[in-house]
């Protein structure tokens, strides 16, 4: 199958029902990669190789030859235009669109211009599908190609059983990922520390000349076994990713070339293996993505949904779920990067899925997603996800929003609550980066639907019922402000709160009455109540003071 979309796989949506090719006998079989709607002077600039354009307005004074020499320059891939604005493009126009190869298409006036995209859209998504679905097929045969030429399904076992090699693979970071049975290899490296691992360098050759770099481990215990343990880096995009482990006797001096070659042979298979299930996973990863789309749709209970969700995902899916959305300026920073960052943090959070009680893990607009069916242990759970993206993934600076639990035809609602909860982290001006929607509280009175704080307001409370009193109480000594919040917290019992004060309950009515004057409030008054009870707890949030 081709792994490009073009213009006659566009032209076949329902948009182009009726579509008119007005530079006659040019092929429809231009790549697309972009799609951009073009009514601003001087754009052409800034397009793009295999970019396809809109152009609304734009033709009835733009359409010159300087214009098209410029499209053409560039290598766009066609233009799309409604059929009202053919009496606009000239017959040299066309001649030269022509020329140039650039196809014209004009469809019919009652579609908007978002039709033509969300149908690039729906076929990019349609073709990718089914490139994944054969790329997929491919892998598993390829991998079944690789794996069972033996009964053993374990790499280093078949190595084992070909060429009595005793050899394992491991991580970076010295976690088993294959080993041979002749050996105690899973004891060995249960105590086995990254801190024994030494710097790489030149350990011999291989058949064809090539130089093969790693390092020896010795130690005591090995030299009483009668052998040495030689690690053979495995990188991957110029990275290492892990360690190709074999015994050897300890008295040793050289490897002879024979081994290392089929050393880096084994290798490339596990390499290939490890790309090619690693593929698998992220294409799957992928489509596992459209689930959350889906899911975020949905208003009322859909049985329909829930078996294809649950289907595609290889999960049953929970009728409620807590959202837990992750968002760092790195993951935004670049586009490959996220996919790649995400991909680390879906295996790393699968590592513990037991723990985490079989979460979802999506990713949608640069935003890390875990939907979580039980808040049973969430505390330790969200501590858990701090502690991969800072130790493991290296992410130092990060917000994390949690929603409220929700039914699974209302995680647009959860998706939102996390998305507010992280804009209030972000935009309250503290060191905290990590935000529970309902522990937002009445501050949700405040902040609009992407969780901005309305600071206009809550300043102007604060220095209207709040700053007199710690004024007050800096000049005289006195305790105003605790006393007014500790008033609040006992539900305006005198008789408790002079009894935590530790005063008379006549020295807190003096304290009151004074706090009544300063600020001109009667706490006989609903609404002064309010007013107060907003100040004092935006006072208490420490959101407004760290403002200030």
């Known amino acids: 199958m081709d792994n490009k979309i073009r213009i006659k796989d566009l032209v076949t949506s ?10 006659a006998d040019l092929s429809l079989d231009k790549e697309i990669n972009s799609v951009t709607i073009m009514d601003i002077k001087g754009i052409e600039k800034w397009v793009h190789k295999d970019e396809l354009l809109i152009i609304g307005d734009f033709a009835k004074t733009e359409l010159n030859t300087q214009f098209i020499d410029a499209l053409h320059q560039k290598g766009i891939a066609g233009i799309i235009t409604k059929k009202k604005y053919k009496k606009y493009i000239s017959s040299d126009n066309i001649n030269l669109f022509t020329f140039y190869k650039i196809p014209i298409i004009l469809i019919d006036d009652f579609h908007p211009w978002s039709d033509v995209i969300i149908s690039l859209k729906e076929i990019t998504i349609r073709h990718r599908t089914q490139l994944l679905k054969e790329n997929e097929k491919f892998y598993q045969e390829l991998i079944s190609y690789v794996s069972t ?28 990922l294959d080993f041979s049975n002749d050996w105690a290899w899973n004891e060995y490296f249960e105590n086995f ?15 064809s000349g090539k130089a093969v770099t790693g390092f020896v481990f010795k130690s005591k215990f090995l030299e009483q076994l009668d052998f040495s343990l030689y ?46 299930i690693k593929k698998i996973e992220t294409n799957n990863i992928f489509l596992q993505n459209s689930v959350f789309e889906e899911l975020i749709k949905l208003s009322t209970p859909s049985q329909t949904v829930l078996e294809k969700s649950s289907l595609t995902l290889g999960q049953r899916i929970n009728t409620d779920y807590l959202a837990v959305v992750i968002y760092s300026k790195l993951m935004a920073s670049d586009y490959s990067q996220p996919e790649k960052e995400f991909i680390n943090f879906y295996y790393e959070i699968n590592k513990h899925k037991g723990a ?26 969200i501590e858990l996800i701090s502690n991969i993206l800072k130790d493991e993934l290296h992410i130092s600076k990060f917000y994390i929003g949690i929603s409220s639990f929700h039914k699974y035809w209302n995680l647009n ?112 008054n609903t609404d002064s109540l309010m007013n107060l009870y907003i100040a004092i707890r935006a006072y208490q949030s420490e959101k407004l003071i760290n403002k200030n």
């Open 231 to 276: 690690f053979l880096p495995i990188l991957e995009d110029g990275k290492l990713e892990s360690y190709f482990v074999f015994r050897s006797k300890h008295f040793s001096e050289t490897i002879p070339s024979e081994l290392f070659s089929k050393c880096q042979n084994i290798k490339s298979i596990f390499f290939l293996k490890h790309s090619l």
């Open 14 to 23: 329902s948009v182009f029902n009726n579509y008119c090719l007005i530079t």
């Open 356 to 381: 985490f009680f079989n979460p979802l893990i999506f990713i949608k607009d640069y935003h890390w997603i875990v939907l979580f069916p039980t808040n049973k242990n969430i505390e330790k759970n």
């Open 193 to 207: 520390s990254v801190k024994n691992i030494a710097a790489i360098e030149p350990l011999g050759y291989d058949l």
């Open 149 to 176: 030429h033996s009964a053993e399904t374990s790499l280093c076992n078949l190595v084992y059983k070909k060429i009595q090699l005793s050899s394992a693979i491991v991580d970076k970071n010295m976690h088993l």
């Open 413 to 524: 609602i959860a998706w939102q609550e996390a998305l507010a909860a992280i804009q209030f982290a972000k935009s309250s001006n503290t060191s905290k980066n990590i935000q529970a929607y309902q522990q937002i509280g009445i501050f949700k009175l405040f902040t609009n639907n992407k969780g901005d704080i309305n600071y206009l307001f809550l300043d102007h409370m604060y220095k209207h019922f709040i700053l007199p009193l710690i004024m007050y109480d800096k000049k005289h000594d006195s305790h105003l402000v605790q006393t007014l919040s500790m008033f609040f917290s006992n539900n305006f019992s005198y008789t408790q709160t002079s009894k935590l004060l530790f005063i008379h309950i006549n020295t807190l009515r003096a304290r009151l009455k004074k706090i009544e004057e300063l600020i001109n409030v009667d706490f006989k």
